[in-house]
């Protein structure tokens, strides 16, 4: 199957990773219920959220949703969101 974007197999595709480096994207963290942090990624736009979700949840071992487009990750990650973001590609200095 080919990328719609391109037309290259899905193997061969660089859209993706040439997305990720025009993100500009912000990680806070905000309190909810109980006194409860939730960390919230968000500026995500032509990237597959699902995929990051899983890989943020996974290497933060902490549970998570995806709302309206954004990442919600229990509990405080603010500071470690980045050190995984740019693991997966999304350049340090896009990241707020």
Aim: aromatic share 4%; with cysteine; glycine share 10%.
């Amino acid at each position: 199957m080919n990328c719609p974007k391109c037309g290259l197999p899905k193997e061969l595709c660089v859209c993706e990773d040439i997305t990720r480096g025009a993100q500009k994207v912000r990680v806070r963290k905000d309190r909810r219920a109980f006194g409860k942090f939730v960390t919230v990624v968000d500026g995500f736009d032509d990237v597959d959220v699902s995929n990051v979700a899983k890989e943020l949840k996974r290497k933060l071992a902490c549970g998570g949703t995806i709302k309206d487009g954004k990442i919600e990750l229990q509990g405080d990650h603010s500071t470690k969101v980045k050190d995984v973001l740019t693991e997966m590609g999304f350049p340090a200095e896009s990241i707020d």
